[in-house]
């Protein structure tokens, strides 16, 4: 049937046409199965082989796609790289040496490219590797609707202001993740990715030695890899219980002060998301059904779709 306007249709034949091309510009779970039936195959097989190689990266490229998420919507902007005429987020404050795992998304990108040329967008492979990440490293899975498409601009600036920093406050995260359409609940349960995961010593050097609200043990350990000056890259890890395995003990940390970053000190400090900190402690089941269910919310923020954007060749640079 064709829905073009070169004539004159009745209105039922409009109405049709008009949920056909709403229909058709939705995300679905099934978005590739003809186009690329291998695709999902080959990312997940791509994410196992990376975090086999090094656990860590598992917790990087889960963190790719919320840096990407939180910068207007899922459209992979963050793999932009800068160029002469363009300054992508790159080198944005909460990304620049800190952000990584770009090469895992360039091999599965290649793969992609040779099974299924100009197929797969960047943003439905940030969006799968962040499931398959976690789920290699022990954690919940969940279904990842498909069919987003990718930006062909990027925003520093948005990055530098969407982003949370690690030294907000209790109500500043609250209010960073409400203006993305996250309640307190799902925020606490999105942060509980910090079960897995390192954090460089830049990132809580204030808090390690200007604060007094860190397990004692800990903090001298912790001194020990992170000097008041100097070794600003060098890495904790923010769960010092399993910090390669994506479980509930970040939870339980939190209870005994055995966190550092600040936000995350601010989750379990007397205020209103104390009690979900208690219940994800006790319940690692219901943690990770929330987890799973925030993540789906969060790969729907903003997503291009239909005829916006474009798909990617090289995620690294426009077509």
């Given at each position: 049937m064709a829905c073009e306007s070169s004539s004159v249709r009745p209105t039922s034949l409009l109405l049709l046409c008009f949920l056909l091309g709403t229909a058709s510009a939705q995300l679905s779970s099934t978005f590739y199965s003809t186009s690329c039936p291998s695709a999902l195959s080959i990312i997940k097989s791509g994410v196992n082989s990376a975090v086999s190689r090094e656990a860590r990266m598992g917790a990087s490229l889960l963190r790719l796609h919320f840096h990407d998420c939180f910068v207007n919507g899922c459209d992979a902007s963050i793999l932009l790289d800068d160029t002469a005429n363009f300054t992508g987020e790159k080198n944005a404050s909460p990304n620049a040496n800190s952000i990584r795992g770009y090469e895992v998304i360039d091999t599965i990108k290649s793969q992609l490219e040779s099974k299924c040329p100009s197929i797969v967008s960047c943003?439905?492979?940030?969006?799968?590797?962040?499931?398959?990440?976690?789920?290699?490293?022990g954690g919940p899975s969940w279904t990842v609707s498909l069919g987003r498409r990718d930006s062909t601009t990027a925003?520093?600036?948005a990055a530098n202001s969407s982003i949370p920093p690690p030294t907000l406050s209790l109500n500043g995260l609250i209010s960073a993740f409400s203006n993305k359409g996250f309640t307190a609940k799902e925020m606490v349960a999105l942060l509980g990715s910090h079960t897995i995961g390192h954090a460089r010593c830049t990132a809580f050097r204030a808090q390690l030695y200007d604060e007094n609200n860190i397990n004692a043990m800990l903090a001298t350990s912790l001194k020990a890899n992170c000097p008041s000056s100097g070794g600003d890259n060098n890495l904790?890890?923010?769960?010092i219980t399993s910090p390669t395995s994506f479980d509930n003990a970040f939870f339980k940390n939190l209870q005994t002060q055995k966190v550092f970053l600040h936000s995350d000190q601010q989750l379990f400090s007397g205020g209103s998301t104390d009690a979900h900190v208690n219940a994800y402690s006790s319940d690692s089941g219901t943690f990770k059904t929330d987890f799973a269910n925030a993540m789906v919310k969060m790969g729907n923020l903003s997503p291009l779709i239909g005829s916006s954007g474009q798909i990617r060749k090289n995620c690294r640079k426009i077509n």
């Open positions: 943003a439905d492979i940030l969006a799968v590797v962040a499931r398959d990440s976690v789920v290699a490293l925003s520093p600036r904790s890890p923010l769960d």
